[in-house]
């Protein structure tokens, strides 16, 4: 029996994706669920795991070709595997083509019951559901890895359930990533390189986001010995107990929400002629990853513990080193926080994030002589940089947004007394 690889659906939003590099070549043996292809959406890199076990007998999209989701790009015969020469069809029994999936009591394959793909067993037991609760869409009504996350997602009630991906408003064209070097004279060289997907996303929302909002940057600087005293002092207890630094991102995060809940259009947007306010506080937080920054989101991180959120950052930003964020995880924030710093920067005026309607941005921590108290003292000092929308966004509120993360992160107790 052959078996149709096809791109999966990667997310709501995603359409289309560009083969990046072949993990397996025509002629190549397989099994369920080795990793076969590589590629890129807007949103992220992933890889398209093999669907059955076979051999691989064509390819029908070479590295560098664009591929619609739902298109197949490569053809698998099942009836050859590791370890066996080809037989003929009738030597290896094949499930009845117009078998139909039915309710299976778990997630073990069996006979009364849909089979369940290796890496859709192991997701069906991470995340306690049976096999029932799944619509098989792989070949033979069988149950992928895919499906799993699908119902994953409409159990949270984050998107409808479709099975077939729903069709662009305007067809989305991804341009190959090829690579051309012109010599012009001499050592004198040129190199062209198509945009990537990832890169195009970013370029056009960024230029949405100037095009399209009215954009006001308001300033501050924060002294951070608070926090940098209240950190050397409980350090070591929190690494023995979490396995991970405090950082400051996580202090930056509850100050965030603090804010956004004394001030809550700035942690609204604006869709047609209405103001939408969100209850939750979904914070991104923009890393920079292999192929470009990436805005991971913190879901309902008013909930979370200064622990989750280190932990939540550090898993992020190695995954983003590796291109192995998912769709769902870029999407759908209601603030974002921006830490120039990290790379040297001492003051910027971060973009806001469409549709969001502020985000913040941190810098470098400098020694600097301040006042305090007549006195001239050096204080360890950040400038901060918040970036609102003007339209539903007064400077009052912006103002006074900014000041109180100043003030939440000059004294940290406040984060803790709710004060």
């Not at 989750?308 to 950052?313: D, F, G, T």
Request: net charge neutral; hydrophobic share 40%; aromatic share 4%.
């Amino acid at each position: 029996m052959t078996v149709e690889v096809k791109v999966p659906g990667f997310g709501e939003s995603v359409t289309s994706v560009v083969l990046v590099e072949w993990l397996k070549q025509e002629g190549d043996v397989v099994a369920v669920d080795d990793e076969l292809v590589e590629v890129e959406s807007d949103k992220a890199t992933q890889k398209i795991a093999s669907p059955s076990a076979g051999k691989i007998t064509k390819v029908l999209k070479a590295a560098g070709d664009a591929a619609d989701v739902g298109e197949v790009i490569a053809l698998i015969d099942e009836t050859v595997t590791a370890g066996s020469a080809p037989a003929a069809p009738a030597a290896a029994p094949a499930a009845p083509a117009e078998t139909k999936p039915t309710a299976a009591p778990a997630a073990n394959p069996s006979n009364d019951g849909p089979r369940v793909m290796p890496a859709a067993a192991r997701a069906l037991s991470e995340n306690g559901m049976s096999a029932s609760q799944v619509t098989p869409s792989g070949p033979g009504g069988r149950i992928l890895k895919e499906d799993v996350q699908r119902q994953i997602t409409v159990a949270a009630g984050a998107v409808a359930a479709p099975v077939k991906p729903p069709e662009p408003k305007q067809p989305v064209v991804v341009a190959p990533p090829t690579f051309k070097t012109v010599v012009k004279t001499g050592e004198r060289s040129e190199k062209r390189q198509a945009m990537s997907p990832i890169r195009k996303r970013i370029a056009a929302r960024l230029v949405e986001a100037q095009t399209n909002a009215a954009l006001l940057t308001t300033f501050n600087e924060v002294d951070m010995s608070g926090i940098m005293t209240l950190r050397k002092q409980h350090q070591d207890a929190f690494t023995e107990r979490y396995g991970i630094k405090l950082g400051f991102m996580s202090f930056f995060v509850k100050a965030a929400i603090d804010a956004l809940q004394a001030f809550p259009a700035i942690n609204a947007e604006i869709q047609g002629n209405e103001i939408v306010y969100h209850n939750y506080y979904d914070i991104g937080v923009a890393i920079g990853g292999g192929k470009g920054l990436v805005v991971p989101v913190l879901r309902n991180a008013e909930r979370m513990g200064f622990a989750e959120i280190e932990l939540a950052i550090s898993d992020f930003a190695k995954r983003a080193q590796n291109g192995k964020l998912t769709p769902d995880e870029l999407t759908g924030g209601t603030f974002t926080i921006s830490n120039g710093g990290v790379y040297g920067s001492l003051l910027s005026t971060p973009i806001v994030n469409p549709p969001q309607s502020g985000v913040l941005g941190m810098h470098a921590i400098q020694d600097r002589p301040v006042a305090r108290d007549g006195q001239i003292v050096i204080r360890p000092m950040m400038y901060l940089a918040m970036t609102y929308d003007h339209r539903i966004v007064d400077g009052r509120e912006g103002v006074s947004f900014l000041k109180r993360i100043k003030d939440c992160i000059e004294n940290p107790v406040r984060l803790l007394l709710d004060v």
